[in-house]
């Protein structure tokens, strides 16, 4: 299939080499051009603007870094809405607004187009490895018709409900790991408190309940002091603002996630809004009097 991808960021520039491994082929744009330099070398074709992506393919996936990114490239006279050929498919892979995919999906519909919100879950090591979470939200006919697609990317990928339901869906992953990353920090400061070797007590708690993708994938990089992002502090900071949102529109009061936003948006503030959601030990180490190096 000719497939147009938009952002090869963090995880995206591992989809497009899975789709070129697959025989696909692949146009790709992103704002800095030596992200996917890499891409273009393995054998994507670089296009110089998301309009340029639109009009030649048959399949568009995105996945940029906030709600303002997606309205900018799906709207507008250079946008992918109003250049794409009619019958594509547009897969915003995006964590978003859920109204944002609604609006998209209507104006998608208008132009014969159809339009399906399809965040994802799993990080970078899932985006590697091709066994991302995926949610989808839209029409079902659109969703089987991408399906193929998607198994690439993903080993659990869930045919949620229409526009907006994929969206609303990622929310509910990111309430959950917004407290559980604050159950792993304090586990290990607790640990370290209390004279125990965090790798010793990984060992025991990670196959237990307790266990979690974040107590087994971030944990030992705490441990490590290895920061790099598998997933930004600034988008997980716009995740839950976007969950905080909705729950307020919905009249859910939820005390959790605000107090973990309020932890990640004090670490932003120290200058940690590039690095990985991991390093909200580091917050957990300034509030305990604990000397960095000890992690």
Not at 240 to 268: C, Q, V, W, Y
Request: hydrophobic content about 40%; aromatic content about 6%; overall charge negative.
């Amino acid at each position: 299939m000719k497939v147009g991808f938009i952002g090869t960021g963090v995880m995206g520039n591992s989809l497009v080499k899975h789709l070129l491994d697959e025989g696909h082929e692949v146009s790709v744009y992103t704002r800095t051009a030596s992200k996917a330099q890499n891409l273009v070398e393995a054998g994507a074709e670089w296009q110089e603007s998301p309009k340029m992506v639109a009009m030649d393919a048959e399949v568009i996936f995105t996945m940029v870094g906030y709600p303002s990114d997606v309205e900018e490239i799906y709207f507008g006279e250079e946008g992918i809405i109003n250049n794409a050929k009619e019958g594509t498919v547009l897969v915003d892979m995006t964590t978003s607004k859920p109204e944002l995919a609604r609006e998209i999906f209507k104006a998608a519909l208008q132009k014969g187009l159809s339009a399906l919100d399809a965040p994802v879950s799993g990080g970078d090591i899932g985006a590697r490895n091709g066994l991302l979470s995926i949610m989808v939200g839209g029409e079902e006919s659109s969703f089987k018709q991408v399906q193929p697609l998607l198994d690439l990317f993903g080993g659990n990928i869930v045919y949620q409900g229409p526009a907006g339901s994929g969206q609303h869906t990622k929310m509910c992953n990111q309430i959950i790991i917004a407290s559980n990353m604050m159950g792993v920090s304090e586990s290990l400061i607790y640990a370290l408190k209390a004279g125990l070797d965090p790798e010793t007590v990984l060992l025991s708690i990670s196959s237990g309940a307790a266990g979690s993708w974040s107590l087994s994938n971030l944990a030992p990089k705490m441990i490590s002091r290895n920061f790099e992002p598998g997933f930004y502090i600034k988008h997980f900071i716009k995740d839950m603002k976007i969950a905080l949102e909705e729950a307020d529109l919905m009249g859910l009061d939820l005390p959790a996630l605000r107090l973990s936003l309020r932890l990640f948006e004090n670490l932003a503030e120290k200058g940690y809004q590039d690095k990985g959601t991991q390093a909200l030990i580091v917050q957990y180490e300034d509030t305990n009097n604990k000397e960095p190096k000890t992690i």
